[in-house]
């Protein structure tokens, strides 16, 4: 199987000083292109550590990454970062922006540490922000949005780059269910006309079915639950 990201047997532990905590024990996951992958699980089961290891924003102790059929694993922390710039898209449980920029210069901050020319992403920047109902806010601050208009800013902004792959770690966990349901089809429709593939990790069972295929990490271990 050719998988655009695969991670295989990852193990992840934390050194405390006492003892060590085994998080991911032997964790394998592919996901193909434009696959779309749900993880769920109880808190503490490991989740947003296997977003991290399998973004390189953390090490892990044993296993291995493959990209695109390259072999990442022993990448630096630079190469990752640079990777991760031009092919990853985060939406996180809490949004990030940036409280001194407006809506649109948030959105555009991705295309501006990717040192694209000034002029290159705008267009887009503005269709993202109509694509998200959000064209009249385009110039609001973050304090001058709504928890709902914020998380559509910063999931415009994870796509700014039209990324491989999106990861969304409980991206619509403050938001109701019927908000929630909403931004779900935003950020499916984005990511199908953008071809990214999808993990995401949440709590949400309506969500979760709406992947192409839902994951369980229970006790370090990633299961199939479909
Ligand atoms: N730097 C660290 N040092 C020690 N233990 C850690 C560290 N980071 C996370 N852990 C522990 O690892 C386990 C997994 O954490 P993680 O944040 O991946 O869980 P999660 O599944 O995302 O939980 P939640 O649903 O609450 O976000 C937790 O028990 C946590 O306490
Ligand atoms: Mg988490």
Request: aromatic fraction near 8%.
């Amino acid at each position: 199987m050719n998988y655009l990201l695969e991670a295989r047997n990852i193990i992840k532990t934390f050194d405390r000083k006492d003892d060590q905590l085994t998080v991911l024990n032997n964790c394998s996951l592919g996901l193909e292109s434009g696959e779309s992958i749900s993880i769920t699980g109880p808190s503490g089961s490991g989740k947003s550590t296997l977003l991290n290891v399998i973004s390189g924003l953390d090490n892990s102790d044993s296993g291995e990454l493959i990209y695109n059929g390259t072999d990442i694993t022993s990448w630096t922390l630079d190469q990752f970062a640079i990777w991760r710039r031009e092919n990853i898209g985060f939406v996180f449980q809490f949004h990030f922006l940036l409280p001194d920029f407006t809506a649109y210069e948030n959105i555009l901050i991705p295309s501006r540490i990717a040192n694209k020319p000034a002029g290159s992403d705008e267009k887009f920047a503005m269709e993202l922000l109509d694509h998200l109902g959000l064209a009249d806010r385009k110039n609001h601050l973050p304090g001058e949005l709504s928890g709902g208009e914020q998380q559509r800013i910063a999931i415009a902004r994870a796509f700014i780059n039209k990324p491989a792959i999106l990861l969304a770690d409980e991206p619509f966990g403050n938001l109701d269910s019927e908000r929630g349901e909403q931004l779900t089809d935003m950020l499916f429709n984005l990511a199908n006309m953008n071809h990214s593939s999808i993990i995401i990790v949440t709590h949400d069972k309506m969500l979760a079915a709406r992947t192409d295929r839902s994951l369980e990490l229970d006790a370090g271990n990633l299961t199939s639950i479909i």
